[in-house]
Antibody, heavy 116, light 110 residues
């Protein structure tokens, strides 16, 4: 059974940093592009970042470019999102999702709250 | 303002049919596959349609997708109260080099 489990969310002050993680199981993690998608409270889905299977290519939304870094550890079946210079508007549930183009499996999400 | 445009809400009675539109451009829907997601209240999104019109295993054939030019449509027949959810279209934007989603459509089954 495919499982994606996010962790690392929490409360952080504006300007602070946080690293969220996604633990994958039930499939060959190293064979898939992985993604982060976020959803602000009461709002729609916003794509954040994608990383190809061997980390050859990373893509970022303009809203996070230069502040967020996506990475992965295929040996540990894990996906990461390092978030620096956090802003109030980064407050959201962060989901990891599998796939290139269409996201066929999603985690349950981890809540990141940026507030003073 | 989302790159893909969806109606904010649609509604229909149980047993009826509803369609949800998604409008984009040549750099989004026009030259890339479209997919659709269902998000039930308090849960993560779930893939409903991929590759414009294909259903993942386990998705009933009440759900269908189509694409024409720079627009796409999700159809749901035989509406059930359990279909009440937010529905999102998604695709790749070749000009932005990133994924994009519609703003979402809230389906109410009256």
């Amino acid at each position: 059974e495919v499982q994606l489990v996010e962790s690392g969310g929490g409360l952080v002050k504006p300007g602070g940093s946080l690293r969220v993680s996604c633990a994958a199981s039930g499939f060959t993690f190293s064979g898939y592009t992985m993604n982060w998608v976020r959803q602000a409270p009461g709002k729609g889905l916003e794509w954040v970042s994608s990383i190809t299977s061997s980390s050859s290519y990373m893509y970022y939304a303009d809203s996070v470019k230069g502040r967020f870094t996506i990475s992965r550890d295929n040996a540990k079946n894990s996906l990461f999102l390092q978030m620096n210079s956090l802003r109030v508007e980064d407050t959201a549930v962060y989901y990891c999702a599998r796939g290139a183009g269409d996201y066929d499996y999603w985690g349950q999400g981890t809540l990141v709250t940026v507030s003073s | 303002q989302s790159v893909l445009t969806q109606p904010p809400s649609v509604s229909a009675a149980p047993g009826q049919k509803v369609t949800i539109s998604c409008s984009g451009s040549s750099s989004t829907i026009g030259n890339n596959y479209i997919c659709w997601y269902q998000q039930l209240p308090g849960t993560a999104p779930k893939l409903l349609i991929y590759g414009n019109d294909k259903r993942p295993s386990g998705i009933p054939d009440r759900f269908s997708g189509s694409k024409s030019g720079t627009s796409a449509t999700l159809g749901i027949t035989g509406l059930q109260t359990g279909d009440e959810a937010d529905y999102y279209c998604g695709t790749w934007d070749s000009s932005l080099t990133g994924a994009v989603f519609g703003g979402g459509t809230k389906l109410t089954v009256l």
